[in-house]
C-alpha cells in the first residue's frame, strides 16, 4: 500500500509543481511526477496481480457513512495496471505535444487536472466506501471536465465540455441513489461491511438497474453514450487517450465491483448485459464507419469496445446464472482482458491520431491521405493498433474477443433455451462486429496512410518527434506482445478470475482457467506460425525480385496518364456501401449534386449522420424541459435583491416547517 | 459542557463590537472603510471564538480556521476588488437617515427577540444559558443586519459585504448551536464562503468591466 500512496503523492506532486514553476519546467516536472507515480502504481498492481495478499488501508472519517478505505485485490489490480501503463506514455506524448501545438503558454492547468484525473480514476479503482468512491469520482469527472475544455476558445469545444458535464452529472446523480440505498439495505457504506446478500429481489434489480444507468453512463453504454463522441475529440490527444483508454472504464470497473457486492445474479441481468452490449457493440462500430473525423471515428469504436466488454461480462453472468463454470470464465476473462487491450489499442490510436491532426493540420479523413510515405513510424504503429481493434490475430484484440467467442460457444454446445438464445446472438453478433470494425479501420488507415495526399497540408506534413513516437511505439509493442503472450497474460489473470468464480458462487476455476490457457496457448502458436509464414514470405519475394527493376506508380494510378488525388475514394465513398446498407439505421444525409448527362458538369457529395439517439431521445427531452421551466421565466427579473429574498423566504420556509 | 471557564464580560464586551462593525459596514458609504469595518468584525470573530475555547478546545480549530478565512483571505479578496475602482458606493435603495434608523429598529428588536425567545431558535439547553445566550441574541443580529444590506444595497460590492455579514451571523451561531461540529464539516463551510467571495467578485469585476459599474440593477441588462 506504501508503493501505491506514493503513486498517488508523486503525480498530484507533479502536477502542482507544474502549476507552480516557470514556463521550461511546466511539462518536465508534470511528465516526471507521472512516471516516477506510475512506475510506482504498477509496481503496486503487480505485486498483487503475481499473488500477493490482498493489501488495505482504513482510516475512520468523520463524515457519515465515510471512511478512507483503500485496498488493492486483484480485481483492483487488473485495471490499475493499464492506467499506470497508458499514463506515463500518453504524459510523455503530452508533454511533447502541449509544447508544440500550445508554446508552453498556459499549460500548467492541463498538467494539474491531468494527474487529478489519473489520481482520481486510481483511487475510483481502490476506493472500499461508497463516499470516497463517489469523491473520487467526481474528482475524475471533473478533471476531466476541465481537460475536454482546455480549448475553450472554440465553440464546438465548449459545446462539447457541456454536454459532458450534464452527462456525467447525471450518471453520478444514479450512482448517489444507488449508494444511498445500498446504505440504508446494508447497514454500511464501507464494501466489507455492507450486508447485501440477503437483499430482496426486487431491491437488488432496483441496485442493478441504477448501476447500469450510472456506471454505463460513465463508460458510454448505448442509450448513454451520447457525451462520449463528443467530449472525446474535443480533447488534447493524449487526454483522448487516457480518457477512452481508462476513464471509461472507471464504469465498467464500478459495475463488477457492485455486482460482487449484489446478491447472485437472477438470469436477466446476463441477458441484459449481453443485449446492451451487442446494441452498443453493432451501434458504435455502424456509427464510427459513418464518420470523417479520425478522432470521432475512435470515440465511437470507444462505444463499440464497451459494447464488447459489456457483452462478455453479460455472457459471464449468463454462464455464472447457468452454472456453467466455462462459459462465466470465459466471458470473464475476455471481457477483463478487453479492458486492457481496448486500453493499449485505442490509447496508441488515439495518440496516433493527435500526431496525424498535428502533422497535417485536420483531422478530416476526406482531407487526409498519403501520409505512411511521409509518416513511416506512425503509419506503422497505427497500422498495428488498427488490426488490434479489428480483433485480427496476431494481435491482442483477437485474443480477447476470441475468449468471448469460446465462451459463447461452450454455452452454445451446453446451454438450452435462453441461455442458448443468448450464446448464439451474443457470438453472431460479435462477429458483426468484427466484420464491422475491420471495414471501418480499413477505410481509416487507407483513407489517412495510403493513397494520395488530398489536401496540400497532407503533402506537406513530416513526421513527428521522437518524444511523441516512442509512446505509440511501445504502446504497439505491448499489443504485439500481449498477443503472442496470451498464456502467460491469463495466468496474470488467475487471481482475479478466483475472485469473480468466489464471488458469482461457482466452483475454484483451475480447471477452466487451465483450458482456457490450452487454448490461448494453440492461439498463440497459431500466430507465431502466421508471422513466420509472413516473414518467408517477404522473404520470398524479394528473392524472385532479386536482379529485377521495381517500378513504383501512383497508388489508384489504373493506367490514367495524369491521374490526381481526386480520382482515388474518399473516406466517405469508401464506406458508402455499407452505410447504405444500414441506411435504415444510421439515417444517414446525404447532400451535393450527382453527376448527370453524357457530359455532366461539376458534381459533389456530402454526407453527414447525427446520433440517432441525441436527435432523436435527449434534445426533445431537454427542450421539452427547457420549455417546461421556460414558463417559470417571469421569476427571472435581473433583481439580485429579490433572487436573495427568495433564498431568504425559503430558509423561512424551512425553519418554520422544522419547529413546528 | 458548563460556562464555568469562560470570561462572560470579554464575551459581552466582543459581542456588542461585533454588533457595532456590523451597523458600520451597513451604513458607511465608503467602500473601503466598509471593507475596513467587515475585516475588524472577522477578527472580533477569531477573538469570541477562542473565547469559547476555553471550555471546547477543538474551537481552538475553528479560530484559526476563520483567521485564515474570514480575517485574511477575504478582507484580501474585497481591499484588492476595490482598490482598483471607485471607492463611493452607489447610491443605495433607501437614504441614509433612514437607513439608520432601520438599522437601529433591527438590531434592538433582532437583539431582544432572540434574547428572549431563545427556546424558539436553539432546543438545547447549552444554548440557552448565559453567555451562548447572549451569542445566539448577537448572531441573528449580525444576520439580520446582513440581509438588510443585501436587500436594499444597490451596490455588488455591498452586496458580497452583505453576503459575508450573513455567513458570518451562521459561523458564530454554530458555537452556541452546534458545538460538536466535525472538523471536516467545518473545514466545508468556511472554505466554502472564501471561495464563494472569490467567485462573487470575479464576476463582479467583469461586470464592472463590461458594463463600467457596479450597480445590480445594470443586471438586468444581461436578461434577453
Not at chain 1, 457513512?65 to 510523455?92: E, H, M, N, R, W
Not at chain 1, 473525423?293 to 455472457?315: C, F, M, P, Q, W
Request: hydrophobic content about 55%; overall charge positive; some cysteine.
Amino acid at each position: 500500500m506504501g508503493a501505491f500512496l506514493a503513486a498517488l503523492g508523486l503525480v498530484v506532486a507533479g502536477g502542482v509543481a507544474s502549476l507552480l514553476t516557470g514556463r521550461r519546467w511546466r511539462s518536465r516536472v508534470a511528465v516526471a511526477g507521472i512516471a516516477a507515480g506510475s512506475l510506482c502504481g504498477l509496481l503496486a498492481a503487480l505485486r498483487v496481480l503475481a499473488g500477493a495478499a490482498t493489501v488495505a488501508l482504513h482510516v475512520p472519517w468523520r463524515v457519515p457513512y465515510g471512511s478512507f478505505s483503500l485496498a488493492i485485490d486483484p480485481l483492483s489490480a487488473l485495471f490499475l495496471a493499464p492506467l499506470f501503463v497508458l499514463a506515463p506514455a500518453a504524459a510523455v506524448y503530452g508533454g511533447r505535444y502541449l509544447e508544440e501545438e500550445h508554446g508552453g503558454g498556459a499549460i500548467g492547468g492541463v498538467w494539474l487536472f491531468t494527474s487529478l484525473l489519473i489520481v482520481g480514476i486510481a483511487v475510483v479503482f481502490t476506493a472500499r466506501n461508497g463516499v470516497l468512491f463517489l469523491l473520487a469520482w467526481e474528482v475524475m469527472s471533473v478533471a476531466a471536465y476541465f481537460l475536454v475544455t482546455f480549448e475553450h476558445h472554440r465553440d464546438e469545444v465548449r459545446e462539447a465540455g457541456w454536454t459532458y458535464l450534464v452527462a456525467t452529472h447525471l450518471g453520478t446523480a444514479f450512482l448517489i441513489a444507488m449508494f444511498l440505498l445500498m446504505a440504508r439495505a446494508g447497514g454500511s457504506l464501507d464494501f466489507d461491511r455492507m450486508r447485501l446478500g440477503q437483499a430482496s429481489p426486487a431491491l437488488a434489480g432496483l441496485l442493478f438497474g441504477l448501476a447500469v444507468v450510472g456506471f454505463g453512463t460513465k463508460a458510454g453504454l448505448v442509450p448513454f453514450h451520447v457525451w462520449l463522441p463528443e467530449a472525446h475529440p474535443a480533447a488534447p490527444s493524449h487526454v483522448s487517450a487516457l480518457m477512452s483508454g481508462v476513464m471509461i472504464k472507471a464504469g465498467i470497473y464500478g459495475l463488477l465491483r457492485v455486482l460482487l457486492l449484489l446478491p447472485p445474479p437472477p438470469a436477466w441481468w446476463g441477458w441484459l448485459l449481453v443485449a446492451m452490449g451487442l446494441v452498443s457493440g453493432v451501434g458504435g462500430v455502424l456509427y464510427a464507419l459513418a464518420q470523417h473525423d479520425l478522432k470521432r471515428l475512435l470515440a465511437y469504436h470507444s462505444v463499440e469496445n464497451i459494447g464488447i466488454i459489456t457483452l462478455g461480462l453479460g455472457v459471464g453472468l449468463v454462464g455464472a446464472h447457468a452454472g456453467l463454470p466455462l462459459v462465466a470464465l470465459a466471458g470473464f476473462a475476455g471481457a477483463l482482458l478487453h479492458v486492457l487491450n481496448h486500453a493499449l489499442f485505442k490509447g496508441l490510436l488515439f495518440l496516433g491520431a493527435g500526431a496525424v491532426a498535428h502533422a497535417a493540420g485536420t483531422r478530416d479523413l476526406d482531407h487526409l491521405g498519403g501520409l505512411g510515405k511521409r509518416m513511416p513510424w506512425t503509419g506503422a504503429a497505427f497500422l498495428i493498433g488498427s488490426a488490434a481493434i479489428s480483433g485480427l490475430p496476431p494481435l491482442n484484440g483477437f485474443v480477447s474477443e476470441f475468449l468471448i467467442y469460446l465462451g459463447a460457444a461452450a454455452a452454445a454446445l451446453t446451454g438450452r433455451g435462453a441461455t442458448l438464445a443468448a450464446a448464439v446472438a451474443g457470438g453472431a453478433g460479435l462477429a458483426l462486429i468484427g466484420g464491422l470494425a475491420l471495414a471501418c479501420f480499413t477505410k481509416a488507415f487507407g483513407s489517412v496512410f495510403l493513397g494520395d495526399p488530398r489536401s496540400p497540408h497532407a503533402a506537406h506534413a513530416v513526421e513527428v518527434a521522437a518524444a511523441l513516437r516512442l509512446p505509440m511505439a511501445a504502446l504497439a509493442a505491448a499489443c504485439v506482445a500481449i498477443g503472442l503472450g496470451a498464456p502467460l497474460v491469463l495466468t496474470g489473470m488467475t487471481g482475479v478470475l478466483a475472485q469473480l468464480a468466489q464471488g458469482f458462487g461457482l466452483p475454484a476455476p483451475d480447471a477452466q482457467i487451465a483450458t482456457l490457457r490450452s487454448a490461448l496457448a494453440w492461439v498463440a502458436l497459431a500466430s507465431l506460425t502466421l508471422l513466420a509464414a509472413v516473414a518467408l514470405a517477404v522473404l520470398a519475394r524479394r528473392f524472385l525480385l532479386r536482379g529485377r527493376t521495381v517500378t513504383a506508380a501512383p497508388t489508384w494510378g489504373c493506367g490514367y496518364a495524369a491521374p490526381t488525388a481526386r480520382m482515388q475514394y474518399t473516406a466517405s465513398s469508401f464506406a458508402q456501401p455499407l452505410v447504405d446498407l444500414f441506411r435504415p439505421v444510421l439515417r444517414t444525409a446525404a447532400f451535393g449534386t450527382p453527376p448527370s448527362g453524357a457530359f455532366p458538369g461539376p458534381a459533389s457529395f456530402a454526407s453527414a449522420t447525427p446520433d440517432p439517439v441525441d436527435r432523436g431521445l435527449y434534445r426533445p427531452l431537454f427542450a421539452g424541459a427547457a420549455a417546461l421551466f421556460g414558463r417559470l421565466r417571469w421569476v427571472q427579473h435581473g433583481r439580485i435583491q429579490l433572487y436573495l429574498l427568495y433564498l431568504v423566504a425559503t430558509l423561512l420556509i424551512l425553519l418554520l416547517w422544522k419547529v413546528r | 459542557m458548563s460556562t464555568a471557564g469562560l470570561n462572560g464580560e470579554l464575551i459581552q464586551t466582543l459581542s456588542m463590537v461585533v454588533v457595532i462593525t456590523s451597523v458600520v459596514a451597513v451604513e458607511v458609504r465608503r467602500l473601503r472603510f466598509a471593507a475596513m469595518a467587515y475585516s475588524a468584525q472577522a477578527l472580533l470573530i477569531v477573538g469570541l471564538v477562542a473565547s469559547f475555547a476555553a471550555v471546547n478546545p477543538s474551537l481552538y480549530w475553528w479560530a484559526a480556521v476563520a483567521l485564515i478565512t474570514k480575517a485574511v483571505l477575504t478582507p484580501w479578496f474585497l481591499f484588492r476588488f476595490i482598490g482598483h475602482g471607485e471607492d463611493r458606493e452607489i447610491k443605495p435603495l433607501i437614504g441614509f437617515g433612514p437607513s439608520v434608523v432601520v438599522a437601529a429598529l433591527l438590531m434592538t428588536g433582532f437583539y431582544r427577540f432572540t434574547h428572549g425567545h431563545v427556546a424558539l431558535f436553539a432546543p438545547t439547553t447549552l444554548a440557552q444559558g448565559g453567555v451562548f445566550r447572549t451569542n445566539l441574541a448577537v448572531t441573528s443580529t449580525v444576520f439580520a443586519l446582513g440581509l438588510y444590506c443585501v436587500l436594499t444595497r444597490r451596490d455588488a460590492t455591498k452586496t458580497v459585504i452583505g453576503l459575508c455579514l450573513l455567513e458570518n451571523g451562521v459561523h458564530l451561531s454554530l458555537v452556541s448551536l452546534a458545538p460538536e461540529l466535525p472538523e471536516t464539516t467545518l473545514f466545508g463551510v468556511a472554505t466554502e464562503v472564501v471561495v464563494t467571495v472569490f467567485l462573487l467578485l470575479y464576476v463582479i469585476a467583469g461586470v464592472r468591466k463590461e458594463f463600467g459599474t457596479t450597480d445590480t440593477f445594470a443586471l438586468r441588462e444581461l436578461q434577453r
